[in-house]
């Protein structure tokens, strides 16, 4: 029997990453749909979790919907989501300077948090931005300095587009850990834990019951392997053939290889 049979015969739950996994950049990846169709046949509960911060989840919804997937917003994790969450929690009556997308700014204001200028942040918050300049790395190097908090929402160094891989969050945040002596105080995406146990308490299973498929070793795999899930890697988006070589033997090796989610089909 295929390990993917194996490992859909032992979970009810599905954490499926995005980019490199249904998509790449705005080009659907062949099969995918079908694939989350077979999912839920099979009496699964599925998903939908991303690092990337830059888009709403509305914005999420209409584009699986788009690629034939329909979903709910409910169902839709952003890693902005779970920092303006992890914040809320510590501190309601946080002031947050952002330097990021709109997804990002969108989630901050959602959760009830001040969005303020650089000069009065008692957090600063990181993700991916498009539209980064040198005066916002100077903004966020000043408030780190006088004393913010630094949050980043995921340490991606890249992520798949239709055009090839571009810079990730990561980049953004290596830029102000150099200036500022500062690594973030927290880390929410994978392959850190905040973003995997929001998942479970969303979807209502334990981890030995849930697998995780995303298209990166560094990331999804090793943010599965540190919870307890089942980790399935696809070749769709970052990861490559070589990876999966040179990952072999160590303690973040996946439990089975596709080459895309349409494998998941049986």
């Not at 998509?23 to 694939?35: E, F, K, L, T, V």
């Not at 587009?161 to 880390?187: N, Q, Y």
């Not at 995997?196 to 999804?220: H, N, V």
């Amino acid at each position: 029997m295929p390990e993917i049979e194996r490992i859909l015969q032992k979970i009810t739950a599905v954490i499926l990453d995005m980019d490199g996994v249904i998509y790449c950049g705005s080009r659907p990846i062949g099969g995918a749909s079908r694939a989350v169709a077979f999912l839920r046949g099979l009496g699964k509960k599925v998903i939908f979790l991303t690092n990337n911060s830059e888009n709403t989840r509305p914005h999420y919804v209409q584009k699986l919907r788009r690629m034939g997937i329909p979903v709910a917003e409910k169902d839709v994790i952003t890693s902005g989501q779970v920092a303006a969450d992890y914040i809320r929690r510590l501190d309601p009556e946080a002031k947050v300077f952002v330097i990021g997308g709109k997804g990002l700014v969108d989630e901050i204001t959602r959760a009830g948090l001040r969005l303020v200028a650089p000069e009065k942040a008692t957090y600063v918050v990181v993700g991916i931005d498009q539209e980064l300049t040198y005066g916002k790395l100077k903004d966020g190097l000043r408030a780190l300095l006088s004393g913010a908090k630094f949050i980043a929402t995921n340490p991606d160094r890249v992520y798949p587009t239709e055009d090839g891989l571009l810079p990730g969050a990561g980049a953004v945040i290596a830029a102000l850990e150099r200036c500022s002596g500062r690594k973030p105080d927290v880390i929410i995406g994978k392959p850190y834990p905040h973003m995997i146990r929001y998942g479970l308490k969303i979807l209502g299973t334990d981890p030995g019951e849930t697998a995780i498929i995303g298209d990166q070793i560094e990331t999804d795999i090793k943010a599965g392997k540190r919870a307890g899930l089942f980790t399935i890697l696809v070749l769709s988006g970052v990861a490559s053939e070589d990876d999966v070589r040179r990952a072999k033997g160590t303690k973040d090796f996946p439990d089975c290889v596709l080459r895309s989610l349409a494998e998941v089909v049986t």
